[in-house]
């Protein structure tokens, strides 16, 4: 049975879609552990009531970068982590801590990405006049941020949005939909770099009822 690390900053409503996706569809897989880098986080609160360890790394406690990730490692390899899961983590991690678990981590951005990434992404498609918005799941790898691989978007029509807050939730169900998809299918070892597209991710959709499969959904298809 394969263990997931989930990574959270704050409420953590697409940690519990992980949660509740893999009891509910029965996943070949658990999640081992919910750690933040904030002690406040409301997220750990869900992840104790279902009996999840919960763990705080705050990085504030840490002078560098390097020694904050450095703990965050020990404590996820303290878990055996199979797959990382970012789930509105709001630290950027060093190159290093990112190859140290380069291709079973992800990612969920609130953009269609190459577009708008980073912080404030719906401000900055909001602020530009964009009609479209959508989500981005991600391998995480060393270089710019949100520039890994993609595995799954999904985009919705908005084309008179003026408020980022309407649009954060219009796309949370997608978000909700996707990112426990794009972590079930890791972890069931269907998803895969294409060896002659080293920026294209193949997604095997055709697995039995849980283990992420199901055939193809909203938002599915394969990195450009």
């Known amino acids: 049975m394969k263990r997931i690390v989930i990574l959270l900053s704050g ?24 750690i933040s880098n ?18 705080v ?29 970012l789930a509105g983590f709001m630290r950027i991690l060093g190159d290093a801590f990112v190859r140290r678990y380069e291709g079973r981590m ?18 900055q498609a909001v602020a530009y006049g964009v009609k479209v918005f959508g989500v981005t799941v991600h391998f995480v790898e060393p270089g710019a941020v949100d520039s890994g691989p993609i595995i799954f978007q999904g985009a919705v029509d908005l ?16 978000e909700h939909e996707l990112l426990p998809r794009a972590v079930a299918l890791l972890a069931a070892g ?5 060896p002659r597209h080293p920026r294209r991710v193949v997604v095997d959709l055709d697995l039995p009822a849980g283990a992420g499969g199901g055939g193809p959904r909203r938002g599915d298809g394969p990195g450009p």
């Open 190 to 194: 269907a998803v895969r770099r294409d």
């Open 106 to 123: 992800v990612n969920v951005h609130p953009s269609l990405l190459p577009a708008f990434p980073g912080v404030r992404a719906v401000e």
């Open 38 to 55: 904030r002690a406040d986080a409301s997220g750990l609160e869900f992840a104790r009531s279902r009996g999840i360890a919960a763990v």
């Open 57 to 85: 790394v705050d990085h504030k406690a840490f002078a560098t970068r390097e020694a904050f990730d450095s703990e965050l490692a020990r404590q996820i390899d303290a878990f055996a982590a199979d797959v990382i899961a």
């Open 159 to 174: 084309p008179d949005a003026t408020d980022p807050r309407a649009v954060l939730a219009a796309l949370r169900p997608l």
């Open 11 to 34: 409420r953590g409503s697409n940690m519990e879609a992980i949660v509740r996706a893999c009891a509910d569809e029965g996943w070949p897989a658990q999640v081992a552990a919910v």
